[in-house]
């Protein structure tokens, strides 16, 4: 991003301008950039994400990192990690500040994102930012300027300190077993809020949408008018349960009123357990728009690997 004729910052940066800005980065590999779209990261698509995986899984690379904006970066890692078929690691990265800001922290990160993508003990898809190696199944974006933005409740894997990443613990062997494909089902995200009577879980099926993750209050918690609702939209299209707290599992036998986790997963919804609402959205567009029959038992044995 980088200031334009009109108000604000506009992407405009290539690939190339990005390396070109960064001293020594060359001297870490041998680096081959490509600009593949120049837009906010709020445009990208999960079929976009699906086309470079397939791009990643055929190029001539030993690594590959992808650059984009902060503002989706923890759902797409997350959902590269779900498509990847390659061996390679691939490296999410991107900036906090742009250019022309004091103290612009993208070529630090993308030349941290270098030093982790050559690292011997470094696979699959990780996110690296501000010093710090992540988990894209459990990293998220937790504030709008801060540095320190992207926060795992369980810490980062790796810190970068003096040229080296400095593992705290292995990055994890997930395996997803997704079916090859591109093929994505409409699923919405639904938040609960103090009194609201529901009415937008009445209309999710007219809209056409073939599952729904709910954000619940607390540890899964649903008025009682909402566990109503939610329980006739289980009976007809997958419904997730998930936490709007930002740490946590969703629990699964400690509370038992109306409403509650007991009786909402009675009721046939299903715990995204530490998944977040919105990357269990993402889990279950894949297993629904692959046609994975058996979709409730694969989303459980994932979310589990968390």
């Not at 894209?136 to 992207?150: C, D, G, I, M």
């Not at 591109?182 to 009577?197: M, T």
């Not at 937008?200 to 909402?226: C, K, P, R, T």
């Not at 998944?275 to 894949?286: E, F």
Request: contains cysteine; charged residues 20%.
């Amino acid at each position: 991003m980088t200031p334009g004729a009109s108000a604000g910052v506009k992407p405009t940066l290539t690939a190339r301008d990005l390396i070109s800005a960064v001293p020594g980065l060359q001297d870490l590999a041998d680096l081959r950039a490509e600009t593949l779209v120049q837009k906010g990261s709020a445009n990208l698509t999960m079929s976009l994400i699906a086309d470079i995986m397939d791009r990643i899984s055929t190029c001539d690379a030993d690594a590959v990192i992808v650059t984009q904006g902060t503002d989706s970066m923890e759902e797409t890692a997350f959902l590269a990690s779900l498509l990847n078929q390659s061996n390679k690691p691939i490296v999410f990265t991107g900036a906090m500040r742009t250019p022309n800001q004091p103290g612009a922290d993208g070529p630090a990160n993308l030349y941290d994102a270098v030093l982790t993508a050559v690292n011997h003990n470094t696979k699959g898809v990780t996110l690296v930012m501000n010093g710090e190696v992540h988990d894209p199944w459990l990293v998220a974006k937790e504030h709008t300027s801060s540095l320190q933005a992207f926060q795992a409740e369980q810490g980062p894997l790796a810190t970068i300190a003096e040229g080296d990443v400095c593992w705290r613990r292995p990055v994890p062997d997930r395996t997803t077993e997704l079916p090859v494909g591109d093929e994505f089902a409409p699923v919405a995200l639904v938040s609960a809020c103090l009194d609201d009577d529901g009415r937008l879980l009445d209309s999710l099926i007219d809209l056409g949408y073939q599952g729904v993750v709910i954000e619940a209050f607390g540890a899964g918690h649903l008025s009682e008018v909402w566990a109503d609702k939610a329980e006739v939209l289980a009976e007809k299209i997958p419904v997730i349960l998930a936490s709007r707290t930002k740490a946590g599992r969703v629990f699964e036998r400690s509370y038992g009123y109306k409403g509650a986790e007991i009786d909402l997963l009675a009721r046939g919804l299903v715990s995204s357990g530490w998944l977040r609402a919105r990357k269990a959205r993402l889990l279950l567009s894949c297993l629904l728009g692959r046609n994975v029959t058996n979709w409730k038992e694969a989303f459980t044995r994932m979310v589990k690997s968390v």
